[in-house]
């Protein structure tokens, strides 16, 4: 029992890695599964310094992952986003820093996409977790320099498509107010205001849900697209089975929007915010990627709809 209290101590922090790496909360939940019965099988009183190798373990199983789920998202019909966390969930993971709560942002995220599977691993145990690059070298098994060259070209790759600023929680719950009472209220003009001029659209829905296959893109584009995609019609109704319940809330450090059925989670969209206004509106609606999202929505206290749909 000592060996499992020992896991169980690690695995919130095992869980914040592996999601980082992943984007996706069930592939995550898996690997740490995975590194828990290695570490069962394995004689664990000759680990010397057991946090790190599990880390190792646990990255090793990711970088196989994100190799073969790279193969799987070529046939992915539509764009692939990550999946999505709500404010609060424990596999957020630290978020002291400005460099941790980047590196969970759904923004972030999404941009890593670009990266190799070692890129990723690098960026995401230095960015997030601060680890030494004699540490990410141990355990990628490289050297000390190469983790460094690494590294300095992963940021670079993700600072290129990033334009993000902080927004705290009142300042993120008063932007999704005004954004969905535009939208609302068939006010196209005032959604350009909001939106910067480069601003884009995207939606996954994993060939479940109706999502466009390419992002609209451009602040009038995008106004439009997100008044017909708040207009009331009993077809959306009886796609996702009922009227939506719209809320302000938070998911992966950035504003956001939450429409619920019941107490289904059936769309969580992020928006992208800088000092110019939303840059980005990136939407969830595969229900295989909410199925966390709506497991949390029960536990939390939420109040009333912004408005139903």
């Not at 404010?87 to 190799?116: H, I, K, N, Y």
């Not at 006010?187 to 939606?203: C, F, H």
């Not at 996702?240 to 619920?260: F, R, T």
Request: glycine share 6%; aromatic share 6%.
């Amino acid at each position: 029992m000592e060996d499992v209290d020992r896991f169980e101590r690690s695995r919130p922090h095992l869980q914040a890695i592996a999601y980082r790496l992943l984007g996706s909360a069930v592939e995550a939940e898996d690997v740490v599964q995975e590194t828990f019965l290695r570490w069962q099988a394995t004689d664990v009183d000759r680990i010397e310094v057991p946090e790190a190798w599990l880390t190792k373990v646990l990255t090793n199983l990711c970088l196989n992952q994100l190799t073969s789920a790279r193969a799987r998202r070529e046939t992915y019909v539509g764009q692939w986003l990550p999946e999505p966390l709500l404010a609060g969930d424990p596999m957020l993971g630290p978020a002291d820093t400005v460099e941790q709560r980047e590196s969970v942002s759904f923004a972030v995220l999404t941009l890593m996409e670009r990266l190799s599977p070692s890129e990723r691993a690098v960026y995401v145990l230095r960015e997030a977790f601060d680890r030494a690059h004699r540490e990410i070298a141990e355990i990628l098994d490289i050297t000390e320099v190469a983790s460094q060259q690494i590294f300095h070209r992963a940021k670079q790759h993700v600072a290129q498509g990033k334009a993000r600023n902080e927004v705290d929680q009142a300042a993120a719950q008063r932007i999704v107010e005004e954004f969905l009472a535009a939208a609302t209220g068939g006010q196209t003009d005032e959604l350009v205001r909001l939106l910067t001029k480069d601003a884009i659209s995207v939606g996954d829905g994993g060939g479940k849900v109706p999502a466009r296959t390419k992002a609209f893109e451009g602040a009038v584009a995008v106004a439009k697209f997100v008044w017909a995609m708040f207009k009331p019609a009993q077809a959306k109704r009886a796609i996702v089975g009922g009227s939506p319940e719209i809320y302000a809330w938070a998911a992966n450090g950035e504003p956001a929007v939450v429409a619920v059925v019941g107490s289904r989670v059936v769309a969580i969209m992020c928006l992208e915010v800088t000092a110019e206004g939303i840059t980005a509106c990136r939407t969830q609606a595969n229900p295989d990627k909410l199925e966390r999202a709506t497991e949390q929505w029960a536990a939390a206290g939420h109040g009333e709809p912004l408005l139903v749909m």
